[in-house]
């Protein structure tokens, strides 16, 4: 009997659990409606969750209900000085339902966007330091190329008018524009107790991998616990899974994760194990 290392059955079924996309190898190509996600509009916190869906407008434009949206991702990831100074580096603004888009719905990763209907091309987002430090500030951030292209705009990026082109949908009503603008209120980086959160979701699996099934009770440090939405503050049962690192590295975004050569030998020694305690049953 062989493992099938590349198949993450577990992964689908809590992703089905929690109302997320499956995995590209499990659903078809497109997903056309999301979740509601969250408002970055004003100094409350508005969930769209239940008022109605994320859907496509009649060239594929991000609408909600009958709104008119624009998607982005918060959590830039990149530090302060990047987000004042070269902003055009860091996280795009969504006007479409763009093959970025589409390809977040199908990892499952969707959930990452919040929805602003802000026409200056700023936006409230959020810093991380090398340190670990992080912070909150008004961003220029840019459109998505993607997007653009869906556009009568033929020029630079940065020379989008995001104004003039949310104001020549005639008829259509943009949204609520507060004379203030803040953060949703969701934070980027993990709770205080997300110690306590990653282990209570090993010790449900077993500290085994709930993707190859490898058994790391002997080598506990070697498993973590991954969000399937990729919203790190999200720690709800249905959001947390356990995977060996090697298996977390493979998820999507997470190329940059690093895993030791000490650290991959050894789930993979482990993986060997396994394999032959189940050829010896088979």
């Not at 912070?135 to 653009?148: I, M």
Request: net charge positive.
């Amino acid at each position: 009997m062989k493992i099938d290392l590349g198949v993450l059955s577990p992964v689908d079924e809590a992703r089905r659990r929690m109302g997320a996309s499956l995995s590209k190898s499990a659903m078809p190509a497109h997903q056309p409606v999301a979740p509601g996600f969250t408002w970055a509009v004003d100094q409350t916190t508005v969930p769209l969750r239940g008022a109605g869906p994320i859907g496509k407008g009649p060239r594929g434009e991000v609408v909600v209900g009958e709104e008119y949206a624009i998607i982005y991702i918060q959590d830039t990831g990149h530090a302060r000085w990047l987000l004042e100074n070269t902003p055009e580096q860091s996280k795009k603004y969504h006007l479409f339902h763009c093959h970025t888009i589409e390809q977040m719905l199908d990892q499952g990763r969707f959930e990452r966007y919040v929805a602003s209907v802000r026409r200056d091309g700023f936006f409230p987002v959020h810093s991380r330091e090398d340190d670990g430090r992080t912070g909150e500030l008004d961003a220029q951030l840019s459109p998505c190329r993607n997007c653009l292209a869906k556009t009568a705009h033929r020029g630079d990026p940065q020379s989008f008018d995001l104004r003039a082109y949310l104001e020549q949908l005639v008829g259509q009503r943009i949204g609520p524009l507060p004379g203030t603008w803040a953060t949703d209120g969701r934070p980027s980086d993990y709770p205080p107790d997300w110690k306590v959160h990653s282990l209570k979701t090993r010790e449900r699996a077993g500290f085994r991998c709930q993707c190859c099934r490898v058994d790391l009770n002997d080598k506990r440090h070697l498993l973590d616990a991954h969000h399937l939405d990729g919203v790190k503050s999200n720690v709800a049962t249905s959001n947390l899974i356990a995977l060996c690192k090697i298996c977390h590295q493979e998820q999507p975004q997470h190329g940059r994760m690093r895993v030791k050569k000490e650290e991959r030998e050894a789930i993979i020694a482990k993986r060997r194990q396994l394999q032959r305690l189940l050829d010896e049953g088979s």
